[in-house]
Nanobody, 121 residues
């Protein structure tokens, strides 16, 4: 039912900035924690950042001080502000939202389609 639509990816030079957006459309229930993951070519998917329903955040060491995750509950959206981008940040970025109420022992998960970020001169 729930679909997450991502936008904001593209090509940027090293040192530049991008802001990724992820908004839920369709029927949606209460959302708890929101996440950003990324997967570079030939590498494992890694957690970039998360933000809980209470506003607590956590970041991968590689992006601390450069990336900021935020959310807009009224719009059912999560954002990732990326500053001082580096070539190592090149990857497909995926958002994920997890329901705040478990059903049948599991919290429902919703994934975005992915958006490509390329950092290159």
């Amino acid at each position: 039912q729930v679909q997450l639509v991502e936008s904001g990816g593209g090509l940027v030079q090293p040192g530049g900035s991008l802001r990724l957006s992820c908004a839920a459309s369709g029927s949606i229930f209460s959302i708890g924690t929101m996440f950003w993951y990324r997967q570079a070519q030939g590498k494992e998917r890694e957690l970039v950042a998360l933000i809980t329903s209470g506003g607590n955040t956590n970041y991968a060491d590689s992006v601390k001080g450069r990336f900021t995750i935020s959310r807009d509950n009224a719009e059912n959206a999560v954002y990732l502000q990326m500053n001082n981008l580096k070539p190592m940040d090149t990857a497909v970025y995926y958002c994920k939202m997890v329901g705040s109420i478990a059903a049948s022992g599991r919290y429902p998960e919703h994934w975005g389609q992915g958006t490509l970020v390329t950092v290159s001169s």
